[in-house]
């Protein structure tokens, strides 16, 4: 018999959700006992029951019936309580909460691409918290699992826009968390989406060689030609900064071969985030004079697709100029990718001004990005809450 996934998440697969459908207790028992691999002598010692009254329960001969025994067969078993007939008023409330819950993840999503990343965090975090103590409890049911994994993801991705660098790590802890729920989901559509945001966020934490690896099989799952496009734009992107150029190139090409084929999509799939990463790849692979090339043509800010692409491309123009010597045109373009960060809470922009402007020619910027960060950092988000259970195991 193959491994069997651990009690707890069980019930996500298909057929013990089918069995969870039924809502006869005899085929829930009959399902657990093959996915467990449990002989009915097992079960009884499990349950504190005779094999023989598991087998009448499994034959139907025999029922539960008081809620006290449902009850305690659902605790043992970790079976949602909903499949055996058994609700309390707080599981009443909690499934009303599950429909408020899908809209809170679509709209902080929808925030999170219009450049409000503040605002998705702030939503997200308290649907989070209540089905994270969910989780805590042993009620994993699909309903609650999927959401669950949907907005640990937003979450990440959300937190890696108003993060600063060093507290990045905790964009890749949710990120990877949905990614570890999604992989019970038995939805590869969806696997692939996390794998694409779990990979940009290990990107942004320092780990090419990581987000290499999920950004890969997020390319194999991706449902469509434009979630295909994302991903490669995503790869292309930590391909550069690992110095890959051929990874980084062949990326870039096959991304835009898709976007030419079915046209542009989202704020990540578009004509103006490709080129900015084909820019920072030419740096990274040191080929600065074509980055410096592409640097000198750019599109107005206007038409990026959110407010921190215009300040991401800003910042990479620059580098690419002051790398090719034209310093005045560098420092207007980090004036330009400060103001927009400080406007829009982008402080991981905000940090990168200040790197990239720690060497001689902008103390001036320099001075003033410090100054800006300072007064970032004073700003709090419910992101300080999330550093209690996580920052001891990322030191």
Known sequence: MS????????????????????????????????????SQAAMGELLGYDPSYVSLLERRQ???????GLLHVSRVLAIPPHALGITTEEDTDFIAALQFGESTVRLAEIARQAGRAVEAVEELW?????????????????????????????????????????RLYLAAYWTGRAMRLARHLDDGAFLGHVLRMHGNELRKAGREEAA????????KL????????????????????????NLHDDSVAAAERLMDSVGPSGILFTPFSLREVRMRGFMGTGRTALAAELAQSRPSSGEAPAPQWAAIEAVTSAEALSAAGDLTSAHALYDEALSLAVRHKLPHQVQRVVRSTAGAGFEEVHTDALKRLRGLDRHHTP???????????HR
């Open 3 to 38: 491994a069997v996934p651990a009690v707890r998440w069980l019930w996500l697969l298909p057929e013990a959700r089918q069995a969870l459908e039924s809502r006869e207790l005899a085929v829930i028992l009959r399902c657990y006992r093959k996915l467990t691999g449990l």
């Open 62 to 68: 025999r029922t539960i019936s008081d809620r006290q």
């Open 126 to 166: 308290p649907l989070v918290a209540r089905l994270e103590a969910r989780l805590r409890e042993g009620r994993v049911d699909y309903g609650t699992a999927s959401l669950l994994a949907r907005a640990r993801a937003t979450l990440g991705t959300s937190l890696g826009h108003v993060l600063a660098e060093e």
């Open 212 to 219: 290499i690896a999920r950004l890969t099989e997020a390319a």
């Open 222 to 245: 991706s449902y469509g030609e434009r979630e295909r496009g994302q991903t490669l734009i995503l790869l292309a992107r930590a391909a550069g900064e690992q110095g890959n150029a």
């Open 383 to 393: 992101a300080g809450s999330l550093t209690t259970s996580t920052r001891s195991k």
